[in-house]
């Protein structure tokens, strides 16, 4: 086999992982009402069985970033896919709202050692000239898996019930296992005397998880909460002493140096702000769709499919774009249309809102997704060295992560200042549909709040985007990688 067959393969294979992953986080968020109904699970639990999965993926990535630079990304990769298999039967099995948190948890770890490894395996294997159409291909899957997710966690939930949402993982899984075991190779050089940061870690793991825990838990329960308060408390110290450890280390768990050039940085920053502007958005349309327009799973996810639909056709016409034109201008491009669609939804939503219209303006973010993503993540995987490559990639998750997890907790805290928790779970299982009573005033009201500021953030997202400035012009050519050395495979 030719090594320039290889990259088609690495692109494959984690490209499979990819769309498992994706597929089956979209899937259960259509799932959810019934999941509630059906284990008689508080609705703030089964929201975290969502929630947990983002809130370990984004803490967890970063560090098995780092330890994949250090020991390689393969047997990372599979073992991820072999866990995130056996995890989804035992979801499936469960008999409460506790035992499927913590079977979602587990299965996340293994969906973090997919996650974090995916891009970097992809940067390794393909020229820098080519790396934007190879990323753009990877965005093109995580698109195709949000267009499936919904619809067949749609027709499953309707046909089968929910627990089918995780038991359809298993072959696939199993597939995904195989597939990688045999066909990923680790082809980056490993620098040799490498130790693992563990106080970088511990420090910066803890300290994520109770800073995001508690703005998450901050939207869902109150910002006033001793819970809250405490792990604010607790993140404002762990985090300066993580940056304090970091900024002594000689082979830091998060390399500092990714940070230190402006393209970085604002890279890294606008995706956190896409990832706050456009993460809820599935999140309150499903409240909507079942709640307000009294859909059943599958129909509803037949109108969540444009914005993922148009998200698959742009991601990989902008990640070739981005290769031959540059980054800057498409994502912040990207940006601005995410806004203009979201800023429909903010003036267009009511009670009889038209199906045309949530197709029309979700098929305009969906583009504005797709024209961000590639480019952006090439910007920062062009930017870093193969070594730094994992830690690169797994930092750029976690921040989509973050953005993500922040933007349902906002959209969250914004409809339940104004609706009980018995309200909100009555529209989120379709007990109150319709558009009798005042609750449902309330919640279209917050609805459009939300929007409203989820698109001013995508234009300060977009402002962020322009301002990193042009990317150097590369000067070195690419090599093709060799064999992989005995004893890495």
């Known amino acids: ?4 067959e290889y990259k088609w393969l690495a692109l494959s294979a984690t490209n499979l992982g990819l769309l498992l992953g994706v597929m089956t986080g979209t899937a259960l968020l259509i ?11 508080p609705m703030l639990l089964v929201i975290w069985v969502l929630m947990s999965y983002m809130l370990a993926t984004t803490v967890l990535v970063p560090s098995i970033g780092r330890v994949a630079d250090m020991i390689g990304r393969k047997n990372l990769f599979v073992l991820g896919a072999a866990v995130f298999t056996v995890f989804s039967l035992f979801a499936g099995m469960s008999q409460s709202g506790l035992q499927l948190l913590i079977m979602r948890i587990v299965q996340a770890v293994g969906g973090s050692l997919m996650m974090a490894n995916s891009t970097a395996i992809v940067t390794d294997a393909f020229p820098r000239g080519e790396l934007g159409m190879a990323l753009g291909v990877n965005g093109m899957v995580l698109a195709i898996g949000s267009v499936m997710g919904p619809i067949i966690g749609g027709v499953l939930t309707t046909a089968l019930g929910w627990r089918w949402v995780f038991y359809i993982n298993v072959p696939l899984g199993a597939i995904v296992t195989l597939w990688a075991l045999f066909q990923i190779r680790d082809i980056a050089p490993l620098p040799k005397g490498q130790r693992f940061d563990w106080p970088g870690a511990v420090t910066f793991t803890s300290g994520m998880f109770f800073l995001l825990f508690a703005l998450t838990e901050g939207g869902f329960d109150g910002w006033t909460s001793p819970l809250v308060l405490a792990f604010f408390v607790l993140a404002a110290i762990l985090l300066p002493l993580f940056f304090y450890i970091e900024s002594r280390a000689e082979q830091p768990m998060l390399d500092l140096r990714l940070f230190q050039t402006r393209i970085q940085v604002f890279a890294y920053a606008s995706s956190l702000m896409n990832g706050i ?3 809820a958005l599935m999140f309150l349309l499903i409240f909507y769709l079942l709640g307000i327009k009294s859909m059943d799973p599958f129909t509803a996810s037949i109108y969540l499919a444009p914005f993922a639909l148009t998200m698959m056709v742009m991601a990989p016409i902008s990640g070739r774009w981005s290769d031959r034109y540059g980054s800057r201008e498409l994502s912040t491009l990207g940006l601005v249309i995410t806004g203009i ?4 939804f903010t003036m267009f939503t009511r009670v009889d809102m038209s199906i045309m219209e949530i197709v029309v303006w979700g098929a305009v973010v969906g583009i504005g ?4 993503n590639s480019p952006n993540t090439n910007t920062i995987m062009s930017m870093v060295p193969p070594e730094r490559r ?14 993500s997890m922040l933007s349902i907790a906002m959209a969250f805290a914004i409809l339940s200042s104004g609706l009980t928790e018995e309200a909100m779970s009555a529209l989120f299982i379709g007990a109150q549909v319709g558009s009798e009573g ?8 917050d609805l459009q709040i939300a929007f409203f500021i989820s698109f001013v953030i995508s234009m300060v997202a977009a402002v962020i985007s322009y301002m990193r400035g042009p990317m150097p012009a590369w000067s070195d050519t690419y090599v093709a990688p060799a064999e992989p050395a005995k004893g890495h495979d």
């Open 1 to 4: 086999m030719s090594k320039l």
């Open 31 to 41: 799932a959810l009402p019934d999941i509630t109904a059906d284990l008689n699970a």
């Open 277 to 279: 502007a456009r993460g």
């Open 341 to 344: 669609g979201l800023l429909g």
């Open 369 to 372: 997704s797709g024209l961000f």
């Open 390 to 403: 994992g830690i690169a990639a797994g930092t750029r998750t976690m921040m989509n992560n973050a953005g």
């Open 438 to 445: 005042i609750l449902v005033d309330v919640f279209i009201s």
